[in-house]
Nanobody, 114 residues
Framework: QVQLVESGGGLVQPGGSLRLSCAAFKMIFRIYSMGWYRQAPGKQRELVAHITSFSSTNYADSVKGRFTISRDNAKNTVYLQMNSLKPEDTAVYYC????????WGQGTQVTVSS
């Protein structure tokens, strides 16, 4: 059974940084595009960042210049480096693998507050 396990969430002050990690198990990680999504209370889940198997990336306009997605195929892990965090970045962040079927992680809470 494929598993995606996120870690690295927490409470951080505005302007701070966090790095999220998503470890993939029982999948040929290197061939899949991966994404980070987030869902804030009362809002729809939205794409934050995406990385292809060739490490081509794209970002939501709201996080461009602040967040960086990367992957380490040797560790079957995708990362999301989040800098200059804002209160509006507060959400549950989910890891997602493209493909059929696709898979979701369980989510990790990120709270940006003073």
């Amino acid at each position: 059974q494929v598993q995606l396990v996120e870690s690295g969430g927490g409470l951080v002050q505005p302007g701070g940084s966090l790095r999220l990690s998503c470890a993939a198990f029982k999948m040929i990680f290197r061939i899949y595009s991966m994404g980070w999504y987030r869902q804030a209370p009362g809002k729809q889940r939205e794409l934050v960042a995406h990385i292809t198997s060739f490490s081509s990336t794209n970002y939501a306009d709201s996080v461009k210049g602040r967040f960086t997605i990367s992957r380490d195929n040797a560790k079957n892990t995708v990362y999301l480096q989040m800098n200059s965090l804002k209160p509006e970045d507060t959400a549950v962040y989910y890891c997602h693998s493209d493909g059929a079927p696709d898979y979701w992680g369980q989510g990790t809470q990120v709270t940006v507050s003073s």
